[in-house]
């Protein structure tokens, strides 16, 4: 079993950047790929950005130079970078986690909200 948490969110001025964790537990050699995704109110959970099974990184176009994802393996993190924030940018943010098994794991999310 894979579990997942995340941290970092929070309220911030659009503009401004926050930085992402994911702190992977358990089965952690079962892991094969991991990433986020968000969903905002009323819309499908979106990909932001992951680490693909060769280690490629893949983000969506809307966050391409603005987040970073990144990781250290030896403490079983990921880690998001966002910034130049927009208030579209508001959304529940998850940590997930894709197994050998194809099972996909999920974080219990973490709210950023982007306001003035």
């Known amino acids: 079993q894979v579990q997942l948490v995340e941290s970092g969110g929070g309220l911030v001025q659009p503009g401004g950047s926050l930085r992402l964790s994911c702190a992977a537990s358990?089965?952690?050699?079962?892991?094969?790929?991991m990433g986020w995704y968000r969903q905002a109110p009323g819309k499908q959970r979106e990909l932001v950005a992951i680490?693909?099974?060769?280690?490629?990184?893949h983000y969506a176009d809307s966050m391409k130079g603005r987040f970073t994802i990144s990781r250290d393996v030896r403490k079983n993190m990921v880690y998001l970078q966002t910034t130049s924030l927009k208030p579209e940018d508001a959304a529940v943010y998850y940590c997930?986690?894709?197994?050998?098994?194809?099972?996909?794991?999920w974080g219990q999310g973490t709210q950023v909200t982007v306001s003035s």
């Open positions: 997930h986690a894709r197994t050998w098994y194809d099972k996909d794991v």
């Open positions: 680490f693909s099974v060769s280690g490629t990184i």
């Open positions: 358990g089965n952690i050699p079962s892991i094969k790929a």
